[in-house]
Nanobody, 126 residues
């Protein structure tokens, strides 16, 4: 059974850092495109970062470029999102998602992902 479980969300002050984790089970996440998305209250879900299968490429939305870093721990079948220099507009529920089959690609298209975690809440406020 495929499962994605996010963790690491918290309340943090502006300028702070958090590391989100996405623990995968039921498949080898290394071979699949993985995306991090976020959804703020009243807004649509948006792509933040994604990584292609076999670490082919990593992409970042302009709003997080230079502040967020996506990485994998293949031994633990886990994907991370390191978030630094957090701002109030980073406040959202963050989701990880995975393609349903192994491939080298990733995107910010929500419909392109077959598996989703339950989300973890990040609040950035003073």
């Amino acid at each position: 059974q495929v499962q994605l479980v996010e963790s690491g969300g918290d309340f943090v002050q502006p300028g702070g850092s958090l590391r989100l984790s996405c623990a995968a089970s039921g498949f080898n996440s290394y071979s699949h495109g993985i995306g991090w998305f976020r959804q703020a209250p009243g807004k649509e879900r948006e792509g933040v970062s994604c990584i292609g299968g076999r670490d082919s490429n990593t992409y970042y939305a302009d709003s997080v470029k230079g502040r967020f870093t996506m990485s994998r721990d293949n031994a633990n079948n886990t994907v991370y999102l390191q978030m630094d220099s957090l701002r109030p507009d980073d406040t959202a529920v963050y989701y990880c998602a995975a393609h349903g089959r192994a491939d080298l690609y990733c995107s910010y298209v929500v419909q392109g992902y077959d598996y989703w975690g339950q989300g973890t809440r990040v609040t950035v406020s003073s």
